[in-house]
């Protein structure tokens, strides 16, 4: 989400700068983009607070906690998704695998 943030924003207008991206923009495309931007910001801003959102990056194989800390997370926030995920699996270990 952070790269998709960083391209919408560099083709926005809301920023001073222009490079040939731009240029290239017609002012519609320019405005559809903010909105775009403004909404995908609104529903990703919703994941901090999802236990679940927290949960599936730290037990993928390959992100885990270094997705946080490479993107510049606060230590506070890794923590906090470190202790829910702690709690989850002490709720549900010990739980059979008794299929209905």
Not at 17 to 33: G, I, Q, R, Y
Not at 53 to 76: E, M
Request: hydrophobic share 35%.
């Amino acid at each position: 989400m952070d790269r998709i943030d960083q391209m919408l924003k560099r083709s926005s207008l809301d920023t001073a700068k222009t490079n040939s991206l731009d240029k290239a923009l017609e002012p519609s495309v320019k405005h559809a983009l903010t909105f775009a931007r403004s909404h995908l910001n609104k529903y990703y801003s919703k994941t901090d607070t999802s236990n679940v959102y927290r949960i599936a990056i730290i037990l993928h194989p390959k992100l885990k906690t270094k997705y946080f800390q490479q993107n510049g997370w606060d230590k506070q926030w890794i923590d906090t998704a470190l202790e829910i995920i702690q709690e989850e699996w002490s709720r549900y270990k010990g739980r059979g695998t008794e299929v209905m």
